[in-house]
């Protein structure tokens, strides 16, 4: 391959061409064939993504990270909040102690749903009593 050659192929890339060499090294130009490529290639990665996408919260309570478990201890309490199920001072009561029992690593019982990742079932009397 000569310089000509050469500098011909890096032309033919900046314009978005393609080179083909044909049996007699003759160049064939077929910006088509690199953009189909580039198009198909796009979309095997795209889809590839699209299937790893993994929610982090569909995993067991025990499983859970213990910041993943505060957000969803959060969101049940908070839910209970605005269906008026317990006062802002029992929230926050409960917020406080719930998180100390996660963060030492202490075991919390409730029922956790992890296809909805969701919390369904919660005694929290027990933790406003103490």
């Not at 393609?18 to 077929?30: A, G, K, L, R």
């Not at 910006?31 to 795209?46: A, P, T």
Request: with cysteine; proline share 2%; hydrophobic share 35%.
């Amino acid at each position: 391959m000569s310089i000509n050659d050469v500098q011909t192929e890096l032309n033919i890339i900046k314009t978005g061409a393609s080179v083909n060499f044909n049996s007699d090294n003759e160049i064939d130009n077929d910006s088509n064939n690199i953009k189909s490529i580039l198009k198909k290639n796009i979309r095997n990665l795209e889809s590839f993504v699209e299937g790893k996408v993994i929610n982090m919260y569909a995993r067991p309570w025990n499983k859970l990270e213990p910041k993943l478990k505060r957000t969803k201890i959060n969101e049940y309490l908070q839910e209970m909040v605005n269906d008026n199920e317990i006062n802002l001072i029992n929230f926050n009561n409960l917020i406080y102690k719930l998180h100390k029992e996660i963060e030492f690593n202490r075991k919390i019982k409730l029922t956790y749903d992890k296809e909805k990742c969701v919390i369904t079932e919660f005694d929290y009397s027990v933790y406003l009593i103490s």
